[in-house]
């Protein structure tokens, strides 16, 4: 076997790499939610100013990059790092290609849905510690209007959303990886395997990417020997309320038992008891800014030492929807540590 | 690494969709069902109204007064969806809004309006009919079938 | 009293459609066509113009009038011109519905933007 790789799933970082910066930037919503403070900045509605989504999310990616790199101490144009890692949920992820040539460094764009964010994380952890960077920026973002008139309806359409279904986040988180420096450590990389377990209610993506994230953290602790108590926390990235429970309920029927140090981001960023969105958050951006606004502050803060962050992702388009076919999902986990 | 394959990860595949259709929490029937009574039943009452509005106002027969009264229950449709308020109401009323033609009105105009930013041709032409297609399609096919089968029965007599 | 049947049969209709989408995984544009349908045929039947006698509105404003709608309109040139009456009657009586839906579209389209 490769010499870091610790497991088929698995990999350990040699030299953990370093996050010398982050950001989280988000929407009017996610700015009245329970983590509304901790973003870096919050925007009032959801053009931006901009005059279509689709822009406005585009700024939201480079307000997060440039907000990270400030906080890096890198400044200059083009930024002093050696690949920009980026994804998003849009076709052909434009946001991620035009929020590229605004970066303007060698860039490689990602499509992971949702668990783009920890897949941007693992891959340029990997760069960093295989040698081929001293510095990588990674970011994620998503739209909630983009999403829906892209994904399912226009968004002055009038039909009722069922109870599980989940609202995409409006946001863009981005953090600067280094070889050398001060930060919390990406430690260990566990990659997903495409998930299938039969769902195919694309309102019920909690459900469809849940198998997922169970299957990942479950190859994450095996083949490291860590066990759910060595980790302060294991959040998974937009399984929402009740992707939640079906994740804890399926872990437990492997006898894997995620208790009181699992949550999941989807469900933080919101109040169900005062905002209207039904399961919870989805989307890239929902793994992202809770995790560069609200984690990475916590761990900072000293109040979180070692985090698995499992970003989830369904794998379904339209197409294969109309076409009758299930819902395949994939989830990625880091390992953080202060 | 083994693939696991076989008896027991269909079982658990089978298990889970089980769990997940046991757990899925079920819209507030009973309360859809009423609100889209009353606000489709509201929608109606209104439309009835119209009617006899236009049938006064323009000195024509009640039936011909239907023409008119879409034409405005569309308009509504039309204007409270630009306004950013027809969707916050279907939210309440489902299929109360839905099914009579407002919903189609509502169809229509969203997609115009979403899709804007794509231009005229390509956006607001293009994808005018994105939602609102199906109902004209099965529409018409299914009044050529019926026709068909009303001409040939009437051929046979 | 036309108000009344006009209230209680358009709020029937919807009420149906509502405890399908309920219920099933159906979606809208899928019980919107089926109701379409179901009027042409009632409508070819004879039965939905009985409908819209009794109960005006409450009838005559649900998507299920449309598919009917259609109907009479095809069977009209039907019986006026032959069977290339089925084609050329079909949108005389609905045409008024979708020219308003398309022209009130578009004017929409022009005049506001999508919010959230």
């Known amino acids: 076997?490769?010499?870091?790789?610790?497991?088929?799933?698995?990999?350990?970082?040699?030299?953990?790499?370093?996050?010398?910066?982050?950001?989280?930037?988000?929407g009017p919503l996610e700015a009245q939610g329970p983590l509304g403070q901790e973003y870096d900045r919050t925007y009032p509605d959801l053009t931006l100013g901009q005059s279509s989504f689709e822009k406005a999310e585009r700024q939201m990616m480079i307000d997060a990059c440039n907000l990270a790199l400030q906080k890096a101490g890198i400044t200059g144009k083009p930024p002093a790092v050696d690949y920009f890692l980026a994804g998003d949920l849009l076709n052909q992820i434009i946001s991620a290609s035009f929020s590229g040539l605004e970066v303007g460094v060698p860039m490689y764009g990602l499509y992971g849905a949702c668990s783009t964010f920890c897949e941007s994380l693992a891959i340029g952890a990997q760069l960093i510690d295989g040698g081929y960077a001293d510095r990588v920026l990674c970011a994620a973002s998503s739209h909630n209007a983009a999403a829906e008139r892209q994904y399912r309806y226009p968004t002055?359409?009038?039909?009722?959303?069922?109870?599980?279904?989940?609202?995409?986040?409006?946001?863009?988180?981005?953090?600067?990886?280094?070889?050398?420096?001060?930060?919390?450590?990406?430690?260990?990389?566990?990659?997903?395997?495409?998930?299938?377990?039969?769902?195919?209610?694309?309102?019920?993506?909690?459900?469809?990417?849940?198998?997922?994230?169970?299957?990942?953290?479950?190859?994450?602790?095996?083949?490291?020997?860590?066990?759910?108590?060595?980790?302060?926390?294991?959040?998974?990235?937009?399984?929402?309320?009740?992707?939640?429970?079906?994740?804890?309920q399926l872990a437990a029927q492997r006898n894997l038992i995620l208790g009181g140090n699992y949550n999941d981001c989807g469900a933080m960023i919101y109040d169900h008891t005062r905002q209207d969105v039904h399961s919870g958050g989805s989307g890239c951006a929902s793994s992202a800014i809770?995790?560069?606004?609200?984690?990475?502050?916590?761990?900072?803060?000293?109040?979180?030492?070692?985090i698995l962050v499992v970003a989830t992702g369904a794998l379904l388009s339209p197409t294969t929807f109309q076409q009758g076919e299930n819902i395949p999902a994939i989830a990625h986990a880091v390992a953080l540590e202060a | 690494m083994t693939i696991k394959q076989g008896p027991s990860q269909e079982t658990e595949r089978a298990l889970y969709q089980r769990m997940v259709a046991r757990a899925e929490p079920s819209p507030p029937?009973?309360?859809?069902?009423?609100?889209?009574?009353?606000?489709?039943?509201?929608?109606?009452?209104?439309?009835?109204?119209?009617?006899?509005?236009?049938?006064?106002?323009?000195?024509?027969?009640?039936?011909?007064?239907?023409?008119?009264?879409?034409?405005?229950?569309?308009?509504?449709?039309?204007?409270?969806?630009?306004?950013?308020?027809f969707d916050k109401l279907a939210r309440h009323a489902g299929a109360g809004l839905a099914v009579p033609v407002t919903g189609f009105a509502n169809a229509m105009t969203a997609s115009a309006l979403e899709f804007k930013r794509e231009g005229l041709v390509f956006g607001v032409g293009g994808r005018m009919f994105q939602l609102a297609g199906a109902v004209i399609v099965f529409g018409v096919v299914t009044a050529f079938a019926v026709s068909i089968v009303a001409g040939l029965l009437r051929l046979g007599r | 009293m036309m108000y009344l049947k006009a209230f209680l049969v358009g709020?029937?209709?919807?009420?149906?459609?509502?405890?399908?989408?309920?219920?099933?995984?159906?979606?809208?544009?899928?019980?919107?066509?089926?109701?379409?349908?179901?009027?042409?045929?009632?409508?070819?039947?004879?039965l939905y113009d009985k409908l819209v006698e009794f109960a005006g509105a409450g009838a005559s404003v649900p998507i299920s009038s449309f598919g009917n709608s259609l109907v009479k309109g095809a069977l009209q040139e039907l019986e006026a011109h032959g069977l290339v009456g089925a084609l050329t009657g079909m949108f005389e009586m609905t045409s008024a519905g979708i020219a308003a839906a398309i022209i009130f579209a578009f004017l929409t389209a022009v005049t506001f933007n999508p919010k959230s």
Not at chain 1, 1 to 24: D, F, H, N, W, Y
């Open chain 2, 29 to 85: 029937r009973l309360r859809n069902a009423v609100m889209a009574f009353v606000s489709g039943g509201l929608v109606c009452v209104l439309g009835e109204g119209l009617t006899d509005f236009w049938e006064a106002v323009l000195g024509i027969s009640h039936k011909d007064a239907a023409n008119p009264t879409v034409a405005t229950l569309i308009f509504l449709s039309s204007l409270l969806t630009g306004l950013g308020l």
């Open chain 3, 11 to 46: 709020g029937f209709i919807c009420l149906v459609a509502q405890v399908i989408l309920d219920n099933t995984k159906l979606s809208p544009g899928h019980v919107l066509s089926g109701f379409t349908v179901a009027g042409g045929i009632l409508g070819g039947l004879g």
């Open chain 1, 290 to 306: 809770v995790t560069c606004g609200h984690l990475l502050k916590e761990m900072a803060r000293g109040k979180l030492r070692r």
């Open chain 1, 156 to 248: 002055e359409y009038g039909n009722q959303r069922k109870p599980y279904a989940q609202y995409t986040v409006t946001g863009a988180g981005a953090v600067v990886l280094a070889a050398i420096g001060e930060g919390p450590r990406i430690t260990y990389c566990t990659t997903g395997r495409v998930v299938d377990f039969g769902i195919a209610d694309p309102f019920n993506q909690g459900a469809a990417m849940a198998p997922a994230a169970v299957d990942t953290i479950e190859a994450h602790l095996r083949e490291t020997g860590r066990r759910v108590e060595d980790y302060d926390l294991i959040v998974t990235g937009d399984l929402a309320r009740f992707g939640r429970d079906m994740a804890r």
């Open chain 1, 1 to 26: 076997m490769a010499r870091k790789r610790i497991g088929p799933q698995t990999v350990k970082l040699e030299q953990p790499p370093v996050i010398i910066g982050a950001a989280a930037v988000a």
